[in-house]
Every structure is written in C-alpha cells, then in structure tokens.
C-alpha cells in the first residue's frame, strides 16, 4: 500500500499534551475520495481518547472526527465526488458493509464492529486510524458526506458528531410538528438538539439546573425553559414530553425527568456512557409505559439526510473558531464548559507550521 506523510496534531502518552506531528495516509485506491482539511470540530470524545479515559487509546492518537473540507483527489471507481468539492466526514470511515445493520444503513451499529475515524485498526496500513486534527484524509466514498454549497463550512463540522447524535433519535422517535420534545442539558449536544428540534417543528423545552441558561435557550429557539432543581416548575410538567433527549455528560438521576414523560414516552441518553446512579426506579415506567433508551451518531445516510436538511434550514452549531495550536487550552476549557457551543479547529493554522 503506498502511502503519503502529512502534518497532524496528536498525542504519545495519557498525560502529554498535543503537539506537531507526522503521520501516514494511504494513497487513494479506486474507490477512495482525498480530502483537504479546512476545519475540524473539537468533541468531548477526542478529550476522552487523547486522556484515554474509556481505556484502549492506541498511541500516537490524532483526534478529530468532525471534519469538513474539500476534495483534492478521487479514485478511478468514485462516481459521487469530483476535484473541488465541499466534503465532509463524520465519527466513521468504514464498516463490514455485510451485515443486516450495515444492509440497512445503520452502520454505526454494524455488528462485527465499524472503523472509527481514529483510534479503530486500519486494515490499509496496518496502524490506528488517524482523525481529522492533520492536513488530509483519506476516506472510502461511501463513508464520505457532500455538504451543501450554503452553509458556513466552520459551522458545519460539528454537525458531522454533535448534529448527528441528536438528529438521529428525533428520526427514530419520529418527532414533527405535533411532537413535544425537551433536552436535558445546554451544551455541545443540547444546543444542536434544541435547533434540530425546533427545525422539525417540535415545542421544545429545555431542562436545566441554571437559570443563566435561560437567554441563550430562547435565543437558541426553545419555548420554554425548566430549571430542573425547582420541583415547583418539574410538577408542571408532569406527563407532558413524547422524547426526552438527555445530553448530560457525566453521572446524573434520570428519575428525575421520567414523571415528566407521557404515557409511551422515551427519555434518551445520548451523553453519558457508563452505569447510571441511583438505578432507575422502574415504577413511573411500568405504570406510563415510558422507556429509558440509548442512542449513537447515526449511519451515513441518515447523516447525509441531516446535512442536506440543514442546507435546507440554514441550521448549523454555534462556534468559536481557534487556531491548532491552542488545542490544549481547549480541551482545558472544555473541561469546565467555557465554550459556546464548539470549538472548531481552523486547519490554516495547521499548514503554516
């Protein structure tokens, strides 16, 4: 497999900070679209890896899979892309392709496991894959999204994990113009919910334990904000909300928010992996048939249809742009939430190096 050298930002250790490096991409086989790199969006899941906090980050790890750009080459097989192109890749760059989940375009389920865009084995080189935190990429066309000519393509990327992740269950659950939907969290994740949401047509609420939430929520275009800690505003809620999206990161009490389910209502996690506590109190569930489900990013045509209805809506993340070289300081301050709503990398910086 012949292969090219580019410049990448990534890591060699859990405690080492970022820094200047050189990795390989493999040159483009018959089916596979090259991409430049414009900008990269910063996900709370590249923090994770880099840090290796799930464990099982192979080293060096170069993160980033919100990644927006432009076509430099395709293969001599690829029918969808041409030179010049806007191209975007998400939290995925293969899969079996095989099984019944992959058949029905639920690649992010794909049984035998999909390919991360970094950090999964990669079965050309033989290494890690590398994200979107480096000059190029490398992409079978599949895996590859077109992004549409009118977006600001800064404020696209994020769409590519933050976007998708809520996008795909307000699709699964089937949330409309008659749907009422609430977001557990004003965040990366809630603030794409709550647009995505509201872009559907939902009455959307958003919970939260601060009541400075509340401006940015409206502005977002929420209709109602619910300060989660006043029992007072919980009661008046009681049975009201068809899907619950919780976009909260870290351990939290989801019975909290079941009473304000409807009967055959679903609270969706979408932010937290790991063992909920308390443990669900299974009593409000049985007697309103509410559910507690799970939810990851979305197969690739679902994050096609995502981007093409944004284009539509004109929706797309609030952002502060921030050059590749103050990726540390980011993460630091996404450590506390200082961010409004994602950071997103502009890979000029990157190239001037």
């Not at 933050?162 to 994740?189: E, F, M, N």
């Amino acid at each position: 497999m012949e292969k090219f050298n580019v410049k990448a930002y990534g890591t060699h250790a859990i405690e080492a900070d970022l820094e200047l490096l050189t990795i390989p991409r493999r040159e483009a086989t018959p089916n596979d679209v090259e991409i430049d790199i414009l900008y990269c969006g910063v996900c709370h899941s590249d923090l994770h890896t880099a840090r290796n906090d799930w464990g099982g980050t192979v080293y060096p790890a170069v993160p980033g899979h919100e990644i927006v750009g432009k076509v430099t080459k395709v293969g001599s097989a690829v029918t969808k892309f041409k030179v010049g192109d806007l191209a975007a890749v998400g939290c995925l760059v293969d899969s079996c392709r095989e099984c019944e989940h992959c058949k029905n375009d639920l690649e992010q389920y794909c049984i035998p496991g999909f390919t991360g865009t970094y950090n999964s084995p990669d079965k050309h080189l033989g290494l890690q894959t590398y994200g979107g935190y480096s000059e190029k990429v490398v992409v079978a066309e599949h895996f590859v999204l077109k992004v549409p000519e009118n977006l600001d393509l800064a404020a696209t990327a994020p769409l590519l994990c933050a976007g998708i992740t809520t996008w795909s269950p307000l699709r699964h659950w089937k949330v409309g113009k008659d749907s009422k939907v609430a977001v557990v969290g004003l965040g990366g994740l809630g603030h794409m919910a709550i647009k995505l949401a509201k872009g559907l047509g939902a009455h959307v609420t958003l919970f939260s334990r601060s009541p400075k939430k509340e401006k940015d929520a409206f502005a977002l275009g929420a209709d109602e904000v619910i300060i989660s800690t006043d029992n007072a505003q919980m009661d008046t809620v009681k049975g009201k909300f068809d899907l619950i999206i919780d976009t909260v990161p870290y351990v939290h009490d989801v019975n909290h928010y079941i009473p304000s389910l409807s009967v055959s209502g679903t609270i969706v996690l979408v932010g937290y992996l790991g063992n909920l506590e308390p443990m669900l109190n299974t009593v409000p569930m049985i007697l309103g048939r509410k559910s507690v489900a799970g939810s990851v990013i979305g197969g690739i045509a679902e994050t096609q249809e995502l981007l093409d209805f944004c284009g539509k809506h004109n929706i797309t993340s609030d952002i502060e742009i921030i050059k590749m070289q103050d990726i540390n300081e980011a993460y630091e301050r996404m450590l506390k939430s200082d961010v409004r709503y994602r950071f997103v990398i502009d890979m000029a910086s990157l190239k001037n190096e």
